[in-house]
């Protein structure tokens, strides 16, 4: 119940298109859901974050869509760029909770 | 404004041997996380200070593990006699609390026991 189910695993995408990586979760205690973004070497970097009563939240080229019937929410790259190529996780954590839950990971690469 | 600093970036050791690696949160910030991250995995929650006070350990923190935060400010994570399954990315996050739940990160430290 604690897990966060990440897909894909691995993503191309041409320069100039949109990245879209899915977030599924279980536990409806889960009320606060970041987005990280990862370089080689490097530690986790704030990406985005939303809470379950947005349905959308948009920050410049990224944008979450989240569903909370369907306990799921994705991570949109529009207008990728070669410079987005990482690693995205998608996380959660529960209201006065204490420990990120992450999903396993989307290595992105952006064609140029 | 300084972010998150872990210390040392790199650690090589040789099984059985201990080491420490510590973290300096963001200044201000009350909450203090550490994660380990192995190769193609998310990170895992391993322990969690509040001020000084240790309040959450993981499952995963076995007894040759020992993380502490003695005046609340920087924070140690010590691995007695290391197993090469010990090799990982220990990383810290620190929060503000107060129902901030941000948790912002710092650089990990990679160790590779031999």
């Known amino acids: 119940q604690q897990q966060v189910k990440q897909s894909p695993q691995s993503l191309i995408v041409q320069k100039g298109g949109i990245s879209i990586i899915n977030c599924a979760y279980e536990n409806t205690a889960f009320d606060y859901f970041p987005w990280y973004q990862q370089f080689p070497g490097k530690g986790p970097a704030l990406l985005i974050a939303?809470?379950?009563?947005?349905s959308e939240k948009k920050e410049g080229r990224f944008t979450i869509s989240f569903n909370k019937s369907a306990k799921q929410f994705s991570l949109h790259i529009m207008d990728s760029q070669p410079g987005d190529s990482a690693t995205y996780f998608c996380a959660a954590i529960m209201e006065y909770g204490n420990k990120l839950v992450f999903g396993a990971g989307t290595i992105l690469r952006v064609k140029s | 404004d300084t972010g998150v600093s872990q210390d040392p970036r790199h650690k090589i050791t040789k099984r059985g041997q201990n080491v420490t690696f510590r973290c300096d949160p963001i200044?201000?910030?009350?909450?203090l996380y550490w994660y380990r991250q192995t190769l193609g995995q998310g990170p895992e929650f391993l322990t969690y200070?509040?001020?000084?006070?240790?309040?959450?350990k993981s499952r995963l923190l076995s007894d040759r593990f020992s993380a502490e935060r003695p005046k609340g400010s920087f924070s140690t994570l010590e691995i007695q006699r290391t197993e090469q399954g010990d090799s990982a990315m220990y990383l810290c996050a620190s929060s503000r609390g107060g129902g901030e739940e941000t948790q912002y990160f710092g650089p990990g430290t990679r160790l590779l026991v031999l």
């Open positions: 939303i809470r379950p009563d947005v």
């Open positions: 200044s201000e910030h009350n909450r």
């Open positions: 200070f509040q001020n000084e006070a240790q309040l959450e």
